[in-house]
């Protein structure tokens, strides 16, 4: 297996820019979190999707993100309109609620607005 | 709302020689999994260990063990015959088992410096 998959690995944009981060999860998974990594902050937990259905979006900082997952192997993360602040690491990782305890991450994406 | 602390933002050791990172959580629930992560320069967060709440037997992977003190939510790492490999910053996790969601929460995280 691949593993998760993100997209792209690394991302540099123009604040006010939109910008979109992709995520594949590992086939057969049905849980699908996005996590943001700063210094500051560490990783925080935006939001979590179980069955494609987002069950839990507390984590998202405001109405400039959003996120969508419109079938079991594919989700997007997007900011519009990107600001300075935004730049981190960007984490997607999945799961198998039935099977597995722990979630399995991709490499990150790391986003640079300047 | 669980939470979990990480009170060492870094920690060094010897090669060869044995490290604990220490960690502690909150929640009100009985049954959780508590999880180690590494992320190295490369950031790829790579599962150490995990343990199940309701196990009182303490996690063990080769050189890594762990410390479940259930009672006092303390939920320790203990490298053994430490290796410049392990040098990396290390997160605590926790995962909630409630009906509707399965988060998992992350600490600070310590950073691990071998010194050779």
């Known amino acids: 297996d691949a593993g998760v998959i993100q997209s792209p690995r690394h991302e540099v944009t123009e604040m006010g820019q939109e910008v979109t981060l992709r995520c594949k999860p590992i086939s057969g998974h049905n849980s699908l979190f996005w996590y943001r990594q700063t210094m500051m902050r560490g990783l925080e937990l935006l939001i979590y999707f179980n069955n494609n259905v987002p069950i839990d979006d507390s984590g998202m900082p405001e109405d400039r993100f959003s996120a969508k997952m419109p079938n079991a192997s594919f989700s997007t993360l997007k900011i519009q309109p990107s600001e300075p602040r935004d730049s981190a690491v960007y984490f997607c990782?999945?799961?198998?609620?039935?099977?597995?305890?722990?979630?399995?991450f991709g490499q990150g994406t790391r986003l640079t607005v300047v | 709302a669980q939470t979990v602390t990480q009170s060492q933002p870094e920690m060094s050791v010897q090669e060869a020689e044995t490290v604990t990172l220490s960690c502690t959580y909150d929640?009100?629930?009985?049954?959780?999994?508590l999880f180690w992560y590494k992320q190295p320069p490369s950031r790829q967060m790579i599962l150490v260990i995990r343990q199940e709440a309701y196990k009182q037997q303490n996690a063990t992977e080769n050189r890594f063990s762990v410390n479940f003190q259930k009672a006092a939510k303390s939920f320790s790492l203990k490298i053994s015959d430490s290796q410049l490999g392990d040098a990396a910053m290390y997160f605590c996790a926790y995962r909630s088992l409630w009906a509707g969601g399965f988060k998992t929460i992350f600490g600070a995280g310590t950073r691990l410096f071998v010194k050779a």
């Open positions: 929640t009100s629930e009985s049954d959780y999994y």
């Open positions: 990782a999945s799961t198998y609620e039935q099977l597995n305890t722990e979630a399995f």
